[in-house]
């Protein structure tokens, strides 16, 4: 399966399609807030990344780069990626869009950090990732897995 995956533009026509994933929450709010406030533009750098189907969005994720400073996952601490809200529409799930997105995510090769949804571990072991070590107050109550790009 081919699928192009494209940064999503911060505008209104993105927050609405946000509005049918489950997932809607805190960072759409803030996204709206900016776009109320600064009536920011069509290109500005978006953390979202998506697939689209006809013109609908049907798969995303948000991509955060992470400086080594706050990096408490990998050693020795490194510049990481936090991906949030990988999330795929009930009719298209199980087609390959989620593994479409986390591949490239590891595009960037850079280690990547996430906490998978509940349900969701089995998806993440075969993508290659791995349960950290658990500390409670880290992690506030997340059990985040990671994968590191293969060594050279």
């Known amino acids: 399966m081919k699928c192009k995956i494209e940064r999503l533009l911060v505008n209104y026509k993105t927050l609405e399609e946000f509005k049918k994933f489950k997932e809607y929450g805190i960072q759409e709010l803030s996204m709206l807030e900016d776009l109320e406030t600064n009536i920011i533009e069509n290109d500005s750098e978006s953390p979202f990344y998506g697939i689209y189907y006809g013109d609908k969005l049907i798969a995303r994720m948000s991509l955060y780069k992470r400086s080594a400073k706050f990096d ?19 009719p298209y799930q ?24 509940v349900r969701s571990h089995e998806f993440w072991k ?27």
């Open 126 to 152: 075969k993508m290659n990732f791995e349960s950290v070590s658990y500390d409670m107050e880290r992690d506030l109550g997340q059990n985040p897995v990671i994968w590191k790009p293969a060594t050279k």
């Open 72 to 90: 408490q996952y990998f050693t020795p601490p490194q510049e990481y990626l936090e991906l949030w809200k990988l999330e795929v529409l009930v």
């Open 94 to 117: 199980f087609k390959g869009y989620g593994r479409a997105l986390v591949e490239f995510a590891k595009s960037f090769n850079l280690p990547i950090k996430t906490n998978p949804r």
